[in-house]
T-cell receptor, first 113, second 114 residues
Framework: DQQVKQNSPSLSVQEGRISILNCDYTNSMFDYFLWYKKYPAEGPTFLISISSIKDKNEDGRFTVFLNKSAKHLSLHIVPSQPGDSAVYFCAASAREYGNKLVFGAGTILRVKS | DVKVTQSSRYLVKRTGEKVFLECVQDMDHENMFWYRQDPGLGLRLIYFSYDVKMKEKGDIPEGYSVSREKKERFSLILESASTNQTSMYLC?????????????FGPGTRLTVT
């Protein structure tokens, strides 16, 4: 039973437009959420995070939104660039579970130029 | 820059062989992790360690063991490799406390068990 779900396996966006990647979770104990980005033949790299006490966190072109009542978070990339093409993993953590990260299955983002 | 290195990028082993995957980090991180990545399943935690000689099971520890004799090195051991252990294996490290979630990953080892 996957506690963190990324229901879109892939997403294709035109360069300059907004990319929206979605993530749903089922465990209400999760209190910290992260997005990781992975290029082929490389390990994932940390992108942005948000605590459950916030509903938005912004870092340059990347913004993460958290809707706790819906158990949903999203990553917005504006404007999208070809270099953003990668696999994006959503991850969640809970202090009660020893701060282990639970990852979603990932979404492949393709930004077309 | 934090660097996490893994001993092999690609590995092919036979069923029943003992397999060692090595991971080394150069930033004096307390925490180290082993994950496997499979299509449609994302990253799943196998084992992790908060300190030297300390280990804790993750979500899928069956068929695996680990060793952490030095702070910078965390080894994953497949005692008797099976075909269902064919996967991408990723090692990661992080600082304690608030930094635990911002994990730094190695490039991965793609293991094929035939």
């Amino acid at each position: 039973d996957q506690q963190v779900k990324q229901n879109s396996p892939s997403l294709s966006v035109q360069e300059g437009r907004i990319s929206i990647l979605n993530c749903d979770y089922t465990n209400s104990m999760f209190d910290y959420f992260l997005w990781y980005k992975k290029y082929p033949a490389e390990g994932p790299t940390f992108l942005i995070s948000i605590s459950s006490i916030k509903d938005k966190n912004e870092d340059g072109r990347f913004t993460v939104f958290l809707n706790k009542s819906a158990k949903h978070l999203s990553l917005h990339i504006v404007p999208s660039q070809p270099g953003d093409s990668a696999v994006y993993f959503c991850a969640a953590s809970a202090r009660e579970y020893g701060n282990k990260l639970v990852f979603g299955a990932g979404t492949i983002l393709r930004v077309k130029s | 820059d934090v660097k996490v290195t893994q001993s092999s990028r690609y590995l092919v082993k036979r069923t029943g062989e003992k397999v060692f995957l090595e991971c080394v980090q150069d930033m004096d991180h307390e925490n180290m992790f082993w994950y496997r990545q499979d299509p449609g399943l994302g990253l799943r935690l196998i084992y992790f360690s908060y300190d030297v000689k300390m280990k804790e099971k993750g979500d899928i520890p069956e068929g695996y063991s680990v060793s952490r004799e030095k702070k910078e090195r965390f080894s994953l051991i497949l005692e008797s490799a099976s075909t269902n252990q064919t996967s991408m294996y990723l090692c990661a490290s992080s600082l304690p406390g608030q930094g635990i979630w911002e994990q730094y990953f190695g490039p991965g080892t793609r293991l094929t068990v035939t």
